[in-house]
């Protein structure tokens, strides 16, 4: 394995975890606000953190035909993606969540392949189900339905429009990341999806007053705004350097870390389940990143192409 492949496998993991962790910190701060809202303030903090890294590394100017494709997958992948993750997380449990966003990967296979920007090969479809089988083993204790409610399906179809407009960012970022230094794309994706924000969260009434979080509240959105800064940086690193089913699969880690916080903060029970569900995850990761003579993906520099 080359270098910059181990890279992007640690990248994907620091990614993962920073998922579930922030999936906590929201699901503990999200009553106290709404969903655009709290969007805004995540990515507000998570862009004020990229500026001083952005200023230390070598950039390379935009071509003025890529601003706006750049700031589109922002404002979906940071926006549009996290507000419709965030409205569903209000009205059912965060297992059922993250289950549901685990479609993540297959979504992403299935688009990669399809637009012949990927192989579709046994192994990494193998090692995709595998994560999915994980994330259900690992969150089966908080993956039941509480009814069929209005609010509770639009939860449910929310929660799965999130996972697809993730699983088409990734695939088309790829291009972009390969011309710009990922940290540079990070930081002007995320100042553009703040500015698509701000009509939502006025809808909102945020600017009408303060935001009256808890401390504690207001220490989740901070640390959030943290996972936002690291974790969507180590995202768009690794698709700069693996394949975006590949990247996609390691979001797995975010239910499991999740879970496994509860049983460290909370003193919730480790059960066999999650365990298994754990040893699932683990195993697709290194199912799917098997060395295979798969026929070549077509590299696409310029996604006109």
């Not at 926006?79 to 685990?102: H, K, P, T, V």
């Not at 209005?150 to 179809?157: I, S």
């Not at 700069?240 to 880690?253: D, I, Q, W």
Request: glycine share 10%; hydrophobic share 60%; proline share 6%.
């Amino acid at each position: 394995m080359s270098r910059e492949g181990g890279l992007a496998i640690i990248a994907g993991i620091v990614m993962g975890v920073l998922v579930g962790a922030a999936m906590v910190a929201t699901r503990y701060v999200i009553g106290q606000s709404d969903p655009a809202s709290l969007a805004l303030l995540r990515y507000s903090i998570g862009a004020v953190g990229l500026i001083l890294p952005v200023l230390l590394i070598r950039r390379v100017a935009f071509a003025r035909r890529d601003l706006l494709p750049i700031a589109l997958l922002g404002i979906g992948q940071f926006g549009i993606l996290i507000a419709l993750l965030n409205y569903g997380l209000q009205f059912i449990g965060s297992g059922l969540g993250a289950l549901l966003f685990a479609t993540f990967p297959v979504m992403t296979m299935v688009l990669a392949a399809a637009l012949r920007l990927e192989a579709l090969t046994l192994l990494k479809s193998a090692g995709v189900l595998l994560t999915v089988i994980g994330v259900g083993l690992a969150v089966s204790d908080d993956t039941v339905l509480p009814g069929f409610s209005g609010d509770n399906l639009l939860a449910v179809v929310a929660i799965l429009a999130a996972a697809l407009t993730g699983a088409i960012c990734s695939v088309f970022y790829r291009p972009y990341l390969q011309k710009y230094p990922p940290l540079q794309v990070s930081l002007f994706a995320m100042f553009a999806s703040v500015a698509f924000l701000v009509l939502p969260a006025a809808g909102e009434g945020f600017f009408v007053a303060l935001p009256s979080f808890t401390p504690g509240g207001w220490a989740a959105v901070l640390f959030i705004g943290f996972c936002s800064s690291l974790g969507y940086y180590a995202w768009l690193f690794a698709l700069k350097h693996a394949t975006p089913t590949r990247v996609a699969m390691f979001l797995a880690l975010g239910p499991v870390t999740a879970t496994a916080l509860g049983t460290a903060l909370l003193d919730e029970p480790l059960t066999l389940l999650f365990m298994a569900g754990l040893a699932a995850v683990i195993a697709g990761l290194w199912v799917a990143h098997i060395p295979t003579k798969a026929f070549p993906t077509r590299k696409c520099s310029d996604p006109k192409k």
